[in-house]
């Protein structure tokens, strides 16, 4: 079939405009309502016109208006996903396995970093909220004086946008389900293996205070001590360790005390970075003189010599679980809300030394 003239000089113009459906029919010397027809896969038109729609479309580079369509059906297929702090290798996993269940539903996902900051996170659930978001997927920001975002997720919530907690949760928000990790157990679980090998004195790296994972860790780290008969020495339990230098001086000054730990736990990558290279500045060896304890599992800690010893999350499947309850309820096929708790592996490698 042979080109429309206006449409070749505007193929041939270094400033193309954007192909609309009205040049398309022009193209194809047809109406707009058929060309609108065939590429919305709607019926009235011939499977053989629907080809030559389908192909004149593909080679004019036409682009559909996402916009005009999210206005005629009132969905835009796009979900907002509000991480604590990008930097975290946690959160590529975690978004790696939320595609895997939106991308063939043909959904897209926001990225928003509020980089643990209470007021940024307030103005990106205003913003989806404003732009016509299906569903949200957070993990949500807490302050050290206890204020949140609870009323704005309330607010989604009431008009009928979905809301997944993972990875952390706001307490007293019964009609929003989460994935979360049972980190308690996740800390008992590397307290246990330092006590097997002979370790009883322990400390723990605690990251943001007020954050509901970290509090749930540190929770877990002294119940776990209590119940395996460690005793707890609080100059050992370093919190709010969110600055790298900061948290790197207050270790150092643990491990230069007189009476220090012959074991170190981690609570996220970052520390499980900062602590190796704390050790390994003040000249001392892993495990020789320290052993430790990382969390997450990043290819990175298999580098490490020796490779780290972790506690590792179910990442990806926290992301696929997240984005599924949240399609479900888009979709209105989940009636009651989901509380969806997985649990942690350690990975032992040799970080860790066996005491006499």
């Given at each position: 079939m042979k080109?429309?003239?206006?449409?070749?000089?505007?193929?041939?113009s270094p400033v193309m405009k954007k192909t609309t459906i009205k040049d398309?029919?022009?193209?194809?010397?047809?109406?707009?309502?058929?060309?609108?027809?065939?590429?919305s896969d709607e019926p009235g038109v011939s499977p053989s016109l629907r080809k030559e729609i389908v192909d004149a479309a593909e080679r004019l580079n036409y682009i559909p208006n996402s916009s005009a369509k999210s206005l005629k059906t009132r969905k835009t297929q796009t979900v907002g996903l509000i991480v604590s702090d990008i930097r975290n290798p946690f959160f590529l996993d975690f978004m790696s396995g939320v595609e895997t269940v939106l991308f063939p539903r043909g959904y897209k996902f926001i990225v928003c970093d509020i980089g643990e900051d209470f007021e940024k996170e307030r103005i990106y659930i205003k913003w989806l909220l404003e732009h016509g978001v299906e569903g949200i997927l957070s993990s949500p920001c807490g302050g050290e004086d206890g204020r949140n975002n609870s009323r704005l997720y309330r607010e989604a919530v009431r008009r009928n946008i979905p809301v997944v907690f993972?990875?952390?949760?706001?307490?007293?928000?019964?009609?929003?389900?989460?994935?979360?990790?049972?980190?308690r157990q996740a800390i008992l679980q590397g307290v246990l293996h330092l006590k097997e090998n002979g370790h009883r004195k322990l400390g723990i790296v605690l990251h943001k205070k007020g954050i509901y994972t970290i509090e749930e860790r540190r929770m877990g780290f002294l119940e776990a001590c209590k119940m395996l008969d460690i005793e707890i020495n609080a100059d050992w339990i370093i919190e709010n360790a969110v600055d790298a230098e900061?948290?790197?001086?207050?270790?150092?000054?643990?491990?230069?005390?007189?009476?220090?730990?012959?074991a170190i736990i981690s609570t996220n990558q970052f520390l499980n970075e900062v602590i190796v290279a704390t050790?390994?500045?003040?000249g001392l060896k892993i495990p020789g003189d320290l052993s430790i304890v990382g969390f997450d599992d990043h290819s990175m800690n298999e580098l490490i010599e020796p490779p780290l010893t972790t506690i590792r999350q179910p990442v990806k499947d926290i992301g696929r679980i997240a984005a599924t309850i949240m399609l479900s309820e888009i979709d209105g096929t989940r009636g009651d809300k989901s509380k969806v708790v997985l649990k942690a592996e350690l990975l032992q490698r040799?970080?860790?030394?066996k005491l006499m």
């Open positions: 080109m429309n003239a206006n449409v070749c000089e505007r193929l041939r398309i029919a022009n193209e194809l010397n047809i109406s707009p309502s058929s060309v609108s027809r065939a590429l993972y990875d952390r949760i706001l307490e007293g928000l019964d009609r929003i389900s989460s994935v979360t990790l049972d980190n900061r948290a790197s001086l207050s270790l150092e000054s643990v491990l230069k005390s007189d009476r220090r730990p012959d050790v390994r500045r003040m040799k970080s860790v030394s």
